[in-house]
């Protein structure tokens, strides 16, 4: 393959979806490498993995900007000097501006511990066990202005146990996470799957 798509993963946190997209980006032929690393808490153990992986990092913390527009202006900033052509979020806990989503809108993408629409925000597996659901899972979807509301690409879906607790069931769900994240960001790289007219479409 003679072009992988240069790929920016958000984080905020431990960064284990970040280490599945770097191991799935070691295959040769994966059309997407990890080409940069942008991270909002300097403390976050995501930076590590980077780092360990020979990735490059950048820290764009949020609070040394005023407003959202701000501090998406700058990650923009960097995104550009980089070359970069998708986005991938994982972990990034901080909603973006709306000329930021609209701008990277069909090239950015973003997954969640819940079965969308079901249970968006935070505290997801909190609120999986609360409505008591006996089916809960993870969710690819393209990132658009409203919250967790973009369109799907990709699902996967584990079982709800009576005596699960948040812990278990994340667990759970994590596993399939490192799976579906890597997976969804081959067809968005290599062009089998677009955003066009607000749906996915599998070309």
């Known amino acids: 393959m003679t072009h992988k798509v240069r790929t920016a993963v958000l984080i905020s946190g431990r960064g284990s979806n970040l280490a599945a997209l770097i191991e799935a980006c070691r295959d040769r032929a994966f059309p997407a490498e990890i080409s940069l690393v942008i991270c909002n808490v300097e403390t976050a153990q995501g930076l590590s993995v980077a780092a360990a992986a020979g990735v490059p990092t950048r820290i ?22 980089a070359k ?9 806990m901080r909603i973006h501006s709306d000329d930021f989503a609209r701008k990277w809108q069909g090239r950015m993408l973003n997954i969640h511990p819940s079965l969308l629409p079901a249970f968006k925000g935070i505290r997801v597996h909190r609120q999986a066990l609360d409505a008591g659901v006996r089916v809960s899972g993870c969710t690819v979807h393209f990132v658009v202005p409203e919250l967790d509301s973009g369109p799907i690409i990709a699902q996967a879906a584990v079982p709800v146990y009576p005596d699960d607790s948040v812990e278990t069931l994340q667990e759970r769900i ?7 994240y890597p997976a969804a960001l081959k067809k968005v ?13 599998y070309l």
């Open 189 to 201: 790289a290599e062009g089998s799957v677009v955003l066009r007219d607000g749906k996915v479409v």
């Open 174 to 180: 994590l596993a399939e996470e490192h799976k579906l």
């Open 60 to 81: 764009i913390s949020h609070k040394v900007f005023e407003t959202r527009e701000e501090f998406d202006a700058a990650i923009d900033s960097a995104l550009t000097a």
């Open 84 to 92: 970069i052509e998708l986005i991938c979020e994982a972990g990034f």
